[in-house]
C-alpha cells in the first residue's frame, strides 16, 4: 500500500465531489442575483460603510481588492475589502456579501468568541496545512521508525481541521447579522431580495462546509493509515 494511492482514497471522493459542487453553486448562484438590482439602489460600499458607522466602526476603512468573490474582512489590519462587482454593485448578490462582511468586522469589535479562537490558531493552522500532511506523508513512506513524523503530522493537521470547523460558526453568524441588518435597515425589501441575498449567502457558506469536511476526511484517512502501520 502506498500513500496517495491506496483504498483510503475512496474517503475522499465525496468530499472532492462535494467540493466541486459548492465551487459551481456558488458561482451560479452569485451570477444570478448579480443580475438583480436592489430597489434601494445603494452599492456594497455604502452598506458596508453604513453599518460600519451605524456600529462606531468609522476607524474602518471599505476598499476595494481585485479579483471575483475575493471579498473579505482583515483583522489584522482591521480593513474590510470587496471585489470591483460588489464595492460598486448595487445587486441582490453585492449588497448581501457586503453586509456580510461587515458582520465580521461586528464581530471582531465584539469579541465574537468563535472568531477570536480562530484568529488565535490561524497562524498554528496555516502551517499545519501543508507541512502536517508533508511530515505524515514523509514519516509513512520512511516506515515505522517514524512514526515520530506521523504523529507530529497529524497533531500540525488536526490543527487545520480544528480551523476548518470553528469557521462554520463564524460563517453562519455574520450570514445571520447581515440579512438581519439588511432586512430591519430597508436596504433589501422583504420577500424576493431578502431571499435572494439569503440564497448568495448560503450558497458561500457551502464552500466552508465542504472544506471542512474534505479536512474531516483527509484526517481520518491519516489515523487509518497511521494504524495500519501498526499490523
Sequence with gaps: MFFGFD????????AIIFSIYAQIK???????????????????????RAILDSNQLTDIPVEITPG???????????????????YHGRSLAALGV?????????????????????????????FGSNLGYFLFFIGFILGGGNRFLIDLGIVLFSFFVFFTVLTLPVEFNASNR??????????????????GARKVLRAAALTYVASATAAILNLVRMLILRGSGDD
Design 7 to 14: 483504498s483510503t482514497f475512496l474517503l475522499l471522493i465525496p
Design 26 to 48: 456558488v458561482n451560479s448562484t452569485f451570477k444570478k442575483y448579480q443580475a438583480e438590482g436592489a430597489a434601494a439602489g445603494k452599492t456594497g460600499s455604502q452598506v458596508a
Design 68 to 86: 471575483s468573490l475575493s471579498d473579505h474582512y482583515d483583522p489584522r489590519n482591521r480593513a474590510l475589502r470587496l471585489s470591483p462587482e460588489v
Design 98 to 126: 457586503a453586509a456580510h462582511e461587515a458582520g465580521h468586522a461586528l464581530q471582531h469589535s465584539e469579541n465574537y468568541s468563535p472568531l477570536t479562537l480562530r484568529n488565535a490558531i490561524f497562524p498554528v493552522a496555516s
Design 178 to 195: 447581515a440579512l438581519a441588518i439588511l432586512g430591519q435597515r430597508g436596504y433589501l425589501l422583504p420577500g424576493s431580495e431578502l431571499e
